[in-house]
């Protein structure tokens, strides 16, 4: 005699299939020019000490091209301070990395690093799934480091960025901002 399996366990295993292709498509990489393109947005930085400090805004524009087999990402932040919110003082940073190809290791090497050990910074990024995440360490005094990372994830419509810097395995700041694309 040979049993049958039942609607409900059929439906069972079929819910778990559904599930499970889903969880493998959402977590399927995209490719660098998914992320070609000038993004534009807003944020906020968090202290870990949030009592005793205010949050701040920060409004953020990214641009990432193709560069050779590599590619560059420059942005600029503008970060508004004070107690005045009506006139805040407004202070502009603005930065641009270039990576060559992916390494067989599976990251971008930074083409302008340089040895943390001798006063130098190293950067690198790695693609994973739908992140683009981009790494600079440099060593401190005392031969401590601070290591920065900003994660930029697509998700529609736009990317999600996270930015972190630890200090000796201490987080000291957090951004998280939304972004739109402007330009492809």
């Known amino acids: 005699m040979t049993r049958r399996p039942s609607l409900a366990l059929l439906s069972g ?6 599930v499970g292709l889903a969880g493998a498509a959402t977590a399927q990489e995209v490719g660098l020019p998914a ?4 993004w534009e947005g807003t944020g906020i930085a968090e202290d870990p000490d949030n009592l005793f400090f205010s949050m701040t805004a920060r409004d953020l524009d990214v641009r990432i091209e193709p560069v050779g ?9 503008l970060i508004r301070v004070g ?3 009506a006139n805040p003082e ?18 971008y090497p930074s083409l302008g690093s340089s ?6 910074v190293m950067s690198w990024a790695r693609l994973e799934g739908r992140t683009l995440t981009v790494h600079q360490m440099v060593m401190t005094e005392g031969g401590g480091y601070a290591l920065t990372s900003y994660a ?7 990317m999600d960025l996270v930015f972190r810097r630890d200090q000796d395995g201490e987080i000291t700041r957090t951004v998280r901002a939304r972004l739109v694309k402007t330009e492809d």
Do not use: H
């Open 13 to 18: 295993a079929l819910l778990l299939l559904m």
């Open 35 to 38: 992320f070609f393109g000038r």
């Open 69 to 77: 087999d590599g590619f560059t990402v420059a942005w600029t932040t």
């Open 83 to 85: 107690d005045d919110t």
């Open 90 to 107: 407004i202070r502009r940073r603005e930065a641009s990395l270039t990576f060559g190809p992916r390494s067989p290791m599976g990251f």
């Open 115 to 120: 040895d943390p050990l001798t006063g130098g």
């Open 152 to 158: 930029r994830t697509l998700a529609a419509p736009g």
